[in-house]
């Protein structure tokens, strides 16, 4: 699975972006999505991420109530709407897939650790400045 990330750039605080995640190679409703994003000299952190179905995504404390993560399988697509965004915003966002585990019809939630994901894209640079 190929992935690739658009709509990055510069905003000021409390504005908003929207970021893309386009996929190719595979079929895009066995994964879930997560997306990643690091500052420079941080380590990697996890954002947000969504299960194939769409149903309760999962979020950072740091970004709970102001991000949104979608996807519309039909488009192979993954989203990222940041509102109200801050300085501690600024890194680099990059999203990542993780093959669907299920047990019977359970399948299970997406995870926030980084090595659980199996394909990862490039990324594309956010900066928000005060």
């Known amino acids: 699975l190929q992935l690739i990330e658009t709509g990055g750039g510069a905003v000021q605080a409390g504005g908003s972006l929207r970021l893309s995640c386009a996929a190719s190679g595979g079929t895009f409703s066995l994964y879930a999505i997560g997306w990643f994003r690091q500052a420079p000299g941080k380590e990697r952190e996890f954002v947000a991420a969504i299960p194939w179905s769409g149903d309760a995504p999962v979020y950072a404390d740091s970004v709970n109530g102001r991000f949104t993560i979608s996807r519309d399988n039909t488009e192979n697509m993954a989203y990222l709407q940041m509102n109200n965004t801050q300085p501690g915003d600024t890194g680099v966002y990059v999203c990542?897939?993780?093959?669907?585990?299920?047990?019977?019809?359970?399948?299970?939630?997406?995870?926030?650790?980084?090595?659980?994901?199996?394909?990862w894209g490039q990324g594309t640079q956010v900066t928000v400045s005060s």
């Open positions: 990542a897939a993780q093959k669907t585990f299920w047990s019977g019809s359970y399948y299970y939630p997406p995870q926030r650790e980084a090595d659980e994901y199996d394909y």
